[in-house]
């Protein structure tokens, strides 16, 4: 005879699972920006883990409410199509009740909001895929049910969490470092996606067009006019990719050497402004084959 099944643990089960995979996907995400390059701003990780921490209660609350309406319906419906089909059913049958559950809200709101049909199915799999777990997690019945989710979850994202760490200080995961880049690189245009430029040329003339400058326009009590002019460049190698400089010399404007980033299909200098630790970048991206990137008002009057 099987235990009688309690609902009341179903529920607080898959709640406890959708709090895990928010906890796991922070952890992911997190490990995720470690390979990429770092953005104009860096984030205040004190605050972000603030906020985190402070979101927990509304990430609970929306768990519960999730599994109240799709993950409990789900697996009480299991259990009364396993009482016909055999006790095997409820494994393969609570995500299929899962995803007819969400069907209607889902496709619902995205008929009404006229949403893209890629976008819809993308979240409906997601969702369906996420709440299912919560469902197949808590089909098992015992007392210690969960107990164990909470010692394996919890296992699992410190897990990930330190095997990430591990995996970019040992090389397996590949951290993010600026690209290799020599003179031959840095010839050509420059551009802040302001307006503002600076041109290089293989002989070791550079030429600045308001580069650091603002618009009067955006700027209205603080407008910047920039450096124009035109000097001398020279690249400078370092010890290794973190300490390449490129150190650039126009009459009148004082800029320390540039620092180097961005990737190989996409390269970048840039300066930390704001004072020091301000964490804020001042950046100028490399135009392919002498072209106005993308955004960039250089091509246009304003």
Same mark, same amino acid.
């Given at each position: 005879?099987?235990?009688?099944?309690?609902?009341?643990?179903?529920?607080?089960?898959?709640?406890?699972?959708?709090?895990?995979?928010?906890?796991?996907?922070?952890?992911?995400?997190?490990?995720? $920006?470690?390979?990429?390059?770092?953005?104009?701003?860096?984030?205040?990780?004190?605050?972000?883990?603030?906020?985190?921490?402070?979101?927990?209660?509304?990430?609970?609350?929306?768990?519960?409410?999730?599994?109240?309406?799709?993950?409990?319906?789900?697996?009480?419906?299991?259990?009364?199509?396993?009482?016909?089909?055999?006790?095997?059913?409820?494994?393969?049958?609570?995500?299929?009740?899962?995803?007819?559950?969400?069907?209607?809200? $889902?496709?619902?709101?995205?008929?009404?909001?006229?949403?893209?049909?890629?976008?819809?199915?993308?979240?409906?799999?997601?969702?369906?895929?996420?709440?299912?777990?919560?469902?197949?997690?808590?089909?098992?019945?015992?007392?210690?049910?969960?107990?164990?989710?909470?010692?394996?979850?919890?296992?699992?994202?410190?897990?990930?969490?330190?095997?990430?760490?591990?995996?970019?200080?040992?090389?397996?995961?590949?951290?993010?470092?600026?690209?290799?880049?020599?003179?031959?690189?840095?010839?050509?245009?420059?551009?802040?996606?302001?307006?503002?430029?600076?041109?290089?040329?293989?002989?070791?003339?550079?030429?600045?067009?308001?580069?650091?400058?603002?618009?009067?326009?955006?700027?209205?009590?603080?407008?910047?006019?920039?450096?124009?002019?035109?000097?001398?460049?020279?690249?400078?190698?370092?010890?290794?990719?973190?300490?390449?400089?490129?150190?650039?010399?126009?009459?009148?404007?004082?800029? &320390?050497?540039?620092?180097?980033?961005?990737?190989?299909?996409?390269?970048?200098?840039?300066?930390?402004?704001?004072?020091?630790?301000?964490?804020?970048?001042?950046?100028?991206?490399?135009?392919?084959?002498?072209?106005? &990137?993308?955004?960039?008002?250089?091509?246009?009057?304003?």
């Amino acid at each position: 005879m099987h235990q009688k099944r309690s609902y009341a643990v179903v529920l607080v089960v898959s709640t406890l699972v959708g709090i895990l995979e928010v906890a796991l996907t922070v952890v992911v995400v997190l490990l995720y $920006v470690q390979t990429q390059p770092p953005p104009d701003r860096a984030p205040n990780y004190v605050e972000i883990g603030a906020a985190l921490v402070g979101t927990v209660p509304l990430i609970g609350f929306i768990s519960f409410l999730l599994s109240l309406v799709f993950v409990l319906p789900a697996v009480a419906l299991a259990d009364l199509l396993s009482r016909w089909l055999g006790r095997h059913a409820a494994w393969w049958s609570a995500p299929l009740i899962v995803a007819a559950l969400l069907a209607p809200p $889902v496709f619902g709101f995205a008929a009404y909001n006229d949403t893209q049909t890629r976008a819809t199915l993308l979240f409906w799999v997601s969702a369906t895929a996420s709440l299912s777990l919560g469902a197949v997690i808590a089909l098992p019945r015992g007392e210690e049910l969960l107990g164990r989710v909470a010692r394996w979850g919890t296992g699992v994202v410190v897990g990930t969490g330190l095997f990430g760490a591990l995996g970019l200080a040992v090389g397996l995961l590949p951290a993010y470092e600026p690209p290799a880049i020599g003179p031959q690189t840095m010839v050509g245009l420059w551009n802040d996606r302001m307006g503002h430029d600076l041109v290089f040329t293989s002989d070791g003339r550079v030429t600045a067009t308001g580069v650091g400058g603002r618009y009067a326009n955006d700027y209205p009590t603080d407008p910047s006019p920039g450096c124009w002019g035109s000097g001398t460049w020279v690249y400078e190698g370092g010890r290794d990719v973190w300490t390449q400089r490129v150190r650039i010399d126009i009459p009148g404007c004082s800029w &320390p050497a540039w620092e180097v980033g961005g990737t190989a299909e996409d390269p970048r200098i840039f300066q930390h402004i704001g004072g020091s630790g301000s964490g804020d970048l001042y950046r100028l991206d490399k135009t392919p084959d002498g072209s106005w &990137p993308r955004g960039s008002t250089s091509a246009s009057p304003r």
